[in-house]
T-cell receptor
Framework: GAVVSQHPSRVICKSGTSVKIECRSLDFQATTMFWYRQFPKKSLMLMATSNEGSKATYEQGVEKDKFLINHASLTLSTLTVTSAHPEDSSFYIC????????????FGPGTRLTVL | QQQVKQSPQSLIVQKGGISIINCAYENTAFDYFPWYQQFPGKGPALLIAIRPDVSEKKEGRFTISFNKSAKQFSLHIMDSQPGDSATYFCAASSRNTGNQFYFGTGTSLTVIP
C-alpha cells in the first residue's frame, strides 16, 4: 500500500524558533499533499493544500507567513512553523494523494510539536 | 459549519458485538466517503471507502452502508475486538472541490473484553 512518512515524529523547541517538518511519499509520486492540524480528542483541521511546483493554498484563518509550505518534488513536502509560540503546539499530520483525479488520501504518522 | 456530522461521540461495545458509527452530510456533490481509524499518537489509516453508486461495501469485518436519499452513511464493525479500540473518522469529498476531505468529529470506540 501507499506509505507516507513524516520527520521528525516529535519535536520540542523554544518559543521564537522555527521548526521544519518533512512529509514524504515513499512508494508513489504525490501530486498533491495536504497538511492538517489536530488538537487532542478533536478532528483533523485542514491547514493547506500543496501541489507540486506551485504555491500552497491555505485555508481561511491559517497564516501563510507563519506556516510555510514547500512542495519541491513529487515525493516531498515540508511545513515550516516560523517563530513558533506555545499556542502552535499541536499534532501536525500530512497526507498525500496518489494523483490527479484520485480521491484517496494516505496519511503520515504525524509530528507532535511542543513549543516551550 | 460542519459539513459532515458524526455520531456518537463515544461508543463502548462488548467484545464480539457490533459497533455502529453514523455520519450525515448535506452537500449532494460529495462523491467519495472514506472511513479512517486512528490510534493515539498515530496518523489516520484508511479502513474502507465507498462511492454513492453502491449502497453497501464490505471488507472483512468492516462494512459501509450508504443511503443516498437520506444523505447518510455508516460504518459497521462486526465481531468487535479490543484491538479495534480507536478513534474513527468519517469523511466526504467531491471532485468539484479538489477532493478536499471534510471530516466528521470522530468517534472514540472502546471494545471491552
Amino acid at each position: 500500500g501507499a506509505v507516507v512518512s513524516q520527520h521528525p515524529s516529535r519535536v520540542i523547541c523554544k518559543s521564537g524558533t522555527s521548526v521544519k517538518i518533512e512529509c514524504r511519499s515513499l512508494d508513489f509520486q504525490a501530486t498533491t499533499m495536504f497538511w492538517y492540524r489536530q488538537f487532542p480528542k478533536k478532528s483533523l483541521m485542514l491547514m493547506a493544500t500543496s501541489n507540486e511546483g506551485s504555491k500552497a493554498t491555505y485555508e481561511q484563518g491559517v497564516e501563510k507567513d507563519k506556516f510555510l509550505i514547500n512542495h519541491a518534488s513529487l515525493t516531498l513536502s515540508t511545513l515550516t512553523v516560523t517563530s513558533a509560540h506555545p499556542e502552535d503546539s499541536s499534532f501536525y499530520i500530512c497526507s498525500a494523494r496518489l494523483g490527479w483525479g484520485t480521491d484517496t488520501q494516505y496519511f503520515g504518522p504525524g509530528t507532535r510539536l511542543t513549543v516551550l | 459549519q460542519q459539513q459532515v456530522k458524526q455520531s456518537p461521540q463515544s461508543l463502548i461495545v462488548q467484545k464480539g458485538g457490533i459497533s455502529i458509527i453514523n455520519c450525515a452530510y448535506e452537500n449532494t456533490a460529495f462523491d467519495y466517503f472514506p472511513w479512517y481509524q486512528q490510534f493515539p499518537g498515530k496518523g489516520p489509516a484508511l479502513l474502507i471507502a465507498i462511492r454513492p453508486d453502491v449502497s453497501e461495501k464490505k471488507e472483512g469485518r468492516f462494512t459501509i452502508s450508504f443511503n443516498k436519499s437520506a444523505k447518510q452513511f455508516s460504518l459497521h464493525i462486526m465481531d468487535s475486538q479490543p484491538g479495534d479500540s480507536a478513534t474513527y473518522f468519517c469523511a466526504a469529498s467531491s471532485r468539484n472541490t479538489g477532493n478536499q476531505f471534510y471530516f466528521g468529529t470522530g468517534t472514540s470506540l472502546t471494545v471491552i473484553p
